[in-house]
Structure formats: structure tokens, C-alpha cells
Nanobody, 124 residues
Framework: VQLQASGGGLVQAGGSLRLSCAAS????????MGWFRQAPGREREFVAAITWSGGSTYYADSVKGRFTISRDNAKNTVYLQMNSLKPEDAAVYYCARALGSAVLTSREYEYDVWGQGTLVTVSS
């Protein structure tokens, strides 16, 4: 399985972006998918996760109410809609596939396949 993230760019504070993560392989729909981000000089942190069906989601407190994770299993794609962006949201965003399929998790080590990252820059 390979993951390809896209959709990053430069946006003003208060603006919106939608990130996409396209997956290769037939088993995409079986897995929990997540988004993480890493700002310069900081450790990578969890952003959001979604179950295989899309029926349950989990967000970091810092993005709750502003970001929405969703997926289209027919297109093998997971999305991250980011609204009301703040300068502190600027980072490289990574999509990842979880090892398991049952329990949403924010633990980085429970994700085994990672995309290459897409850069989000937020100007103030």
C-alpha cells in the first residue's frame, strides 16, 4: 500500500484547505486512517482519525470543531477539511494507515504506512 497526500498550500488565517490522501491497493477500506502533522522544530502530532466505515471519528483537541476527516472508500481516498485555519496549524501534514481496524488511535506507533506529507502554510 502506498499513500499520496496532496492539497497543501498557502492560506491566510481564517481560511480553509482540503487535504486528500489517495491510497493504492484493494484493502484500503478495511483500515482506520489518520492524519498527523509536524511543525518545524516540533514533534509529529496526531490530528484526526476515522474508522473504516467513516462512522466514527476522533480529533485532537486543538482542531476539534474546525477540522473534519472523511473518507470515500470507492475512491480509496481520505480527506481532511480544515476550516478557520490558524498560524499554529502550519505544518507538514501526513496521512497514515493504522495497524488495526477496530479502535481509533492517536498513537503514532500504531500506524504502519505513511504518506510523504503535504505542506500547509498559514499566514497571519
Amino acid at each position: 500500500v502506498q499513500l499520496q497526500a496532496s492539497g497543501g498550500g498557502l492560506v491566510q488565517a481564517g481560511g480553509s484547505l482540503r487535504l486528500s490522501c489517495a491510497a493504492s491497493g484493494r484493502t484500503f477500506s478495511r483500515y482506520i486512517m489518520g492524519w498527523f502533522r509536524q511543525a518545524p522544530g516540533r514533534e509529529r502530532e496526531f490530528v484526526a482519525a476515522i474508522t473504516w466505515s467513516g462512522g466514527s471519528t476522533y480529533y485532537a483537541d486543538s482542531v476539534k470543531g474546525r477540522f473534519t476527516i472523511s473518507r470515500d472508500n470507492a475512491k480509496n481516498t481520505v480527506y481532511l477539511q480544515m476550516n478557520s485555519l490558524k498560524p499554529e496549524d502550519a505544518a507538514v501534514y501526513y496521512c497514515a494507515r493504522a495497524l488495526g481496524s477496530a479502535v481509533l488511535t492517536s498513537r503514532e506507533y500504531e500506524y504502519d504506512v505513511w504518506g510523504q506529507g503535504t505542506l500547509v502554510t498559514v499566514s497571519s
